[in-house]
């Protein structure tokens, strides 16, 4: 507590306004300064959470849930005694509701004291009742501001906020510190240092607004308790709207949550990977127990649509030809991901395939990019799937980018480089519908009888803002599995007016190869690097040009065709 203490006197009087880092506590409503919350709502119950501080250590907490703002008409009510034991948090929860309705509720503390009030949602029961979820994940408080939390909490459409992990971070990231306080925040190293990190994190009002307004479901992911599992978790339970599944086992929080139309998984990444061996050399990520939970439940399973959520994005990603540029020793762009555990992912969309298990949509977070994917079997197979129509897809997935925590551009590579890598990726990876590297912010999945839709909402992070960027939506039909396909565009990008050359290899070394229409009359051929400046020039004498690339530095490269039509096209020199 004595580091949230100091945090709070820093920020109001030593140097860091409260205008300029957006982080203070609610003193108003003292001595509930975190605000409220709820979460894992069903159709007749509700986890509440509020934090009563040691003021009230062994004071009863009165709680109230009520139809109106008023609370003229209460119809569930409570106490709970205030300890240290959960470190002054109080979480009952409200039972006795009716399905998919709107309740505010609010905590009391001896002397009148009482928090603000909030807003909650029950889930629903009706099978044919669409509904409306927000989906976020890696949300750095250090990284940028929670514009993102601000907008989802405007938004009285969403039903509830699914967070699939990196909802607090353990370390500052150098290259992205845009909100550090004084002093420096450093990783935590015991319980009571995480405890501090989540109320750290609570003096931000955009997420005590999110909080307040809408039920949450979340999953915990590396970030959340790294190197420290057990003490992360148990900070993690007692500061979250997280009803254990097992109050008996505090290293579990896989669990199912119904909404009539849809079940909602979600799962655990982090607790059982690489404990049970699948085959010699092949562990599983999620662990025997667990993935017999999940395969099971998606057998069973009675709701139009089946939504997974997983802290890791589970599409294949290839970076076959990028490896020197971005760094990485494998030709995969995450082994942490399910690209570390093939063989679990394949028996799994084998495992819905066999059962012809319709509408499950897979809601992904951690890879901080916006990324669509039709999830086939095999996406090399041209006999097994068809990515014109993605027709041969099994399952969907919907992964938004980052609340806050740095993405392409942030982690160190130039913004220029987005399309190039993009179509590039895009023609390795044939089943990827949608790509966007630079992007901040949060998704939506509209789940409806007929289809579910995605989209993606943009906020900036680098200041306080209300503006948003609505980039991009895509549609799953009713028992397709695919993404419907309509014509892609990349956010910021102009669309070019000239005609693309066919490139290849992309990535290339020492030379490449450009194949031009052969109704043109082609005169030179030059080469632009980054900036702007031509760096080679040459003669076109026929329609397969190659090009001497072995002198050019790594980089992206602009090739411009000069004749008798503009022609123009993008490589990577690796």
């Known amino acids: 507590m004595k580091q949230v203490v100091l945090l709070f006197l820093v920020l109001s009087s030593a140097g860091y306004s409260q205008s300029n880092l957006n982080m203070y506590a609610d003193t108003l409503h003292a001595p509930f300064i975190y605000g409220v919350a709820s979460g894992d709502p069903t159709g007749t119950s509700v986890q509440l959470w509020t934090y009563a501080g040691p003021s009230t250590e062994g004071q009863d907490i009165t709680w109230l849930v009520a139809t109106d703002s008023l609370f003229t008409n209460v119809v569930a009510s409570g106490t709970e005694v205030c300890t240290s034991t959960n470190t002054y948090t109080i979480k009952p929860i409200a039972t006795g509701l009716q399905p998919y309705t709107d309740y505010f509720y609010r905590f009391y503390a001896p002397g009148n004291s009482l928090s603000v009030t909030g807003r909650t949602r029950t889930a629903s029961v009706n099978p044919n009742q669409p509904v409306n979820f927000g989906v976020v994940s890696c949300s750095s408080i250090f990284s940028g501001y929670f514009n993102a939390y601000r907008h989802m909490a405007k938004d009285a459409s969403i039903d509830a906020i699914i967070h699939l992990g990196d909802y607090i971070y353990d370390f500052v990231d150098p290259d992205e510190q845009i909100r550090i306080t004084d002093p420096f925040p450093t990783q935590p190293a015991n319980i009571n240092e995480w405890r501090e990190r989540h109320m750290y994190y609570l003096l931000d009002p955009d997420l005590r607004l999110a909080r307040q307004m809408h039920p949450w479901i979340q999953t915990w992911d590396n970030h959340d308790f790294k190197q420290s599992i057990l003490v992360g978790e148990r900070a993690f339970y007692e500061f979250t709207p997280t009803t254990p599944p097992d109050p008996n086992d505090i290293n579990k929080i896989y669990r199912k949550l119904s909404w009539g139309i849809a079940d909602i998984f979600m799962i655990d990444m982090q607790s059982y990977d690489d404990i049970d061996e699948i085959s010699p050399g092949n562990l599983s990520v999620l662990g025997f127990e667990q993935y017999n939970w999940l395969t099971s439940g998606l057998a069973a399973s009675t709701a139009k649509w089946k939504i997974v959520g997983t802290p890791k994005m589970v599409t294949y990603w290839s970076i076959q030809g990028l490896e020197n540029l971005l760094g990485s020793n494998t030709a995969v762009l995450f082994e942490n991901a399910w690209d570390g555990y093939a063989l679990e992912r394949e028996r799994m969309l084998k495992f819905i395939d066999s059962l012809n298990i319709d509408n499950v949509v897979f809601v992904s977070g951690d890879s901080h990019f916006s990324q669509l994917a039709d999830l086939p079997l095999d996406a090399q197979d041209d006999l097994v799937y068809f990515p014109e129509t993605g027709v041969g897809s099994v399952a969907v997935e919907f992964l938004p980018t980052s609340v806050s925590r740095g993405n392409f551009d942030e982690m160190g590579y130039d913004a220029s480089l987005q399309p190039v890598i993009v179509e590039y990726i895009d023609i390795v990876n044939p089943n990827h519908v949608y790509t966007e590297l630079l992007q901040h912010g949060y998704g939506i999945l509209n789940v ?89 020039s040459q003669a076109v004498n026929s329609s397969l040009v190659k090009v001497n690339s072995e002198a050019l530095p790594t980089g992206i490269y602009y090739l411009v065709v000069n004749g008798s039509k503009p022609l123009q096209g993008r490589f990577i020199k690796q």
């Open 448 to 536: 409806k009888a007929d289809s579910s839709v995605a989209q993606y909402v943009y906020c900036p992070i680098l200041e306080q803002t209300d503006d948003t960027l609505n980039a991009w939506t895509q549609v799953v039909m009713d028992g397709d599995n695919h993404w419907k396909r309509q014509p892609k565009t990349t956010i910021g990008v102009a669309e070019e007016k000239a005609e693309k050359v066919v490139i290849y290899p992309n990535p290339a070394q020492s030379e490449l190869w450009m194949r031009l229409p052969m109704n043109g009359i082609y005169t030179t051929l030059d080469v632009y690097n980054g900036t702007g400046q031509k760096v080679q």
